[in-house]
Structures are given as structure tokens and as C-alpha cells.
């Protein structure tokens, strides 16, 4: 897993920053999209939600380095306790 996606056309601002923040924490590329998949079906038109070009440039970037390997396994951190 490389990528997260932070960038959603329902998302608040308050959950894009939170997302930002958990791709940064892990290292992962701020990814998104519209969730666009035909006319009335989502309330995102398509092409509706900018997503910064840097993430197309990260995800090259990363496939370029990858070509021809085996991904690495992603493992999630154990859970937080909440008090």
C-alpha cells in the first residue's frame, strides 16, 4: 500500500486534514478522486474534486521504483487503546 486516499468529494475539510495527516504519519501518497461511476449515481461530478498533480508525480515516481518487483506487505499498527 502506498497510497491513501485523502482527496473526496464528501470529505470535510476537517477530514481532508486528518487524512493528510495519517498519509504523512505513515508515509503514504495523498491519493483521491470523484468516485464518479455515471451520471446521479454519487453527488461528485466527475472531474468535481482537484487533486494536487504531485500525487500523479509520487505514484510514477514510486510505480518507476517498483517495476518488476514484488510489493512490500503492508502491516497496520496495532489499535489504540481509547480511555
Do not use: C, N, W
Amino acid at each position: 500500500m502506498v497510497g491513501l486516499e485523502t482527496y473526496y468529494g464528501q470529505y470535510t475539510p476537517e477530514q481532508e486534514q486528518a487524512l493528510r495527516a495519517l498519509a504523512d504519519e505513515y508515509h503514504l501518497i495523498p491519493t483521491g478522486g470523484s468516485d464518479f461511476h455515471g451520471p446521479g449515481i454519487h453527488p461528485t461530478p466527475l472531474g468535481g474534486r482537484h487533486v494536487p498533480y504531485e500525487a500523479v508525480e509520487r505514484l510514477k515516481a514510486e510505480a518507476a521504483k517498483r517495476r518488476g518487483k514484488t510489493p512490500p506487505a503492508f502491516e497496520l499498527p496495532p489499535p489504540v487503546q481509547e480511555k
